[in-house]
């Protein structure tokens, strides 16, 4: 059964620093992997998809990378600023089964 | 208008009253997905359809039921809500193939 981790449960980091969020899975057999954004109390925002067949993807100060061999996605932001705070997912969208993980905890300070 | 729209975005309930919640697209998609989210457990499937006739249970069905009325519309009843139904709870769309997937904004659903 697959299973989706997210080391550390929480971060926080200073304005202006760049940082790498860690979504791990069991089974590489990964279909598509997609990261999300959610804000307290509110829904998931899309944020990147990247479909079995690519390695990255890049949304503005955002790139999510998939290194299926190693068993685990990056999600990259530059820059980071305190809008950026919030809780990030990442999900295994394979067949029937869509996987998340819990979820990292971001707090960028100004 | 939202790709995703849930109803009520809010509902406060006492134990044994019949809850639904009901949740419509307007993409076109034929997968729909009710989801329930607690603190510290994440994200839970409870049903999904991936059309009218084609309804399925999730991980954790029990207490709940659904509807899928028309290809843009999934409704989730709870029969008799009890206290640990308590949760945020997510509809979310994905179309066949390589799409992402897309959440409504919610619905905070309290029993007392």
């Known amino acids: 059964k697959q299973e989706v981790t997210q080391i550390p449960a929480a971060l926080s980091v200073p304005e202006g620093e760049n940082l790498v969020l860690n979504c791990s899975f069991t089974?590489?057999?990964?279909?598509?992997l997609q990261w999300f954004r959610q804000d307290p109390g509110k829904g998931l925002t899309s944020l990147l998809l990247?479909?079995?067949?690519?390695r990255e993807q890049t949304s503005g100060r955002l790139n999510a990378s998939l290194d299926k061999s190693s068993g685990r996605s990056t999600l990259y932001i530059a820059a980071s600023q305190p809008g950026d705070s919030a809780t990030y997912l990442c999900a295994d969208l394979r067949g029937t089964a869509l996987i998340f993980g819990k979820g990292t905890t971001l707090s960028v300070s100004s | 208008d939202a790709d995703v729209t849930q109803t009520p975005r809010n509902r406060i309930t006492k134990t044994g009253k019949r809850i639904m919640l009901e949740c419509s697209q307007t993409?076109?998609?034929?997968?729909m997905y009710w989801y329930r989210q607690d603190p510290g457990l994440g994200l839970r499937l409870i049903y999904y359809s991936f059309d009218v006739k084609d309804i399925n249970k999730g991980e954790i069905s029990d207490g709940y039921s659904v509807s899928r009325q028309a290809q843009a519309k999934f409704s989730l009843s709870l029969e008799s809500a009890i206290p640990n139904q308590t949760a945020l709870y997510f509809c979310?769309?994905?179309?066949?193939?390589?799409?992402?997937?897309?959440f409504g904004a919610g619905s905070r659903l309290t029993v007392l």
């Open positions: 990247i479909q079995s067949s690519q």
């Open positions: 979310a769309i994905r179309g066949s193939g390589a799409n992402v997937l897309t």
């Open positions: 089974d590489s057999a990964i279909y598509n």
């Open positions: 993409k076109g998609h034929d997968r």
